[in-house]
């Protein structure tokens, strides 16, 4: 059945591939739906650690002077 969503090849290690087709297996699922579920996780996390990273240098960046207390800002 023709699909217009996006497609990828992707060249994989054997064992990758044999734990990838395990997971889709054991849950019931296409290899396709597996990998695009484990490509999204590692977006996501990707995103996480960004994420921190840009808190960590603005902490680190900031004057502990001009910064609120937990108790100033909620009382």
Sequence with gaps: ???LQPRV???MDPIVYKNLLGLA???KTSLSSKANDLIKLA????????WDNKAQEREENS???SMLTH???WG
Aim: proline letters at 4%.
């Design 25 to 27: 297996k054991k849950e």
């Design 9 to 11: 090849n992707v060249v």
């Design 43 to 50: 977006l996501e996390i990707y995103e996480d650690v960004y």
């Design 1 to 3: 059945m023709p699909t």
């Design 71 to 73: 108790k100033e800002v």
């Design 63 to 65: 004057k502990k002077s």
